[in-house]
Nanobody, 128 residues
Framework: QVQLLESGGGSVQAGGSLKLSCVSS????????MAWFRQAPGKEREGVAA???????GYTNSVKGRFIISRDNAKNTLYLQMNNLELDDTAMYYC??????????????????????WGHGTQVTVSS
């Protein structure tokens, strides 16, 4: 049974930074594909970024150049460094994992279809 626990959310002004963390347990974290998703009020959940077990990363276009996904397999931890935050980044952020990654143009995809394990989320609020 995979368990995921997110932390690091909070309130920040536009242009600021936050770093989210997700600790996994109950499975071999180092072999799993990991991803971040987010869901804003009244919107569908969307994939933000994904990372393979060997560190290859893929991002949705709206966060490219601002967000960095990384992982520390020794600590069973996934990270999302979020810089230059915008109002539209306000959402609940979820960590997810899967036994394998799916790829598009050699980058892992953060698509809900492929991720069976989910955390409960951490709220990020960006204000002007």
């Amino acid at each position: 049974q995979v368990q995921l626990l997110e932390s690091g959310g909070g309130s920040v002004q536009a242009g600021g930074s936050l770093k989210l963390s997700c600790v996994s347990s109950g499975a071999a974290h180092s072999t799993y594909c990991m991803a971040w998703f987010r869901q804003a009020p009244g919107k569908e959940r969307e994939g933000v970024a994904a990372i393979s077990r060997d560190g290859r990363a893929g991002y949705t276009n709206s966060v490219k150049g601002r967000f960095i996904i990384s992982r520390d397999n020794a600590k069973n931890t996934l990270y999302l460094q979020m810089n230059n935050l915008e109002l539209d980044d306000t959402a609940m952020y979820y960590c997810a994992s899967a036994q394998v990654c799916h790829y598009r143009n050699d980058a892992p995809r953060a698509s809900e279809t492929y991720f069976p394990y989910w955390g409960h989320g951490t709220q990020v609020t960006v204000s002007s």
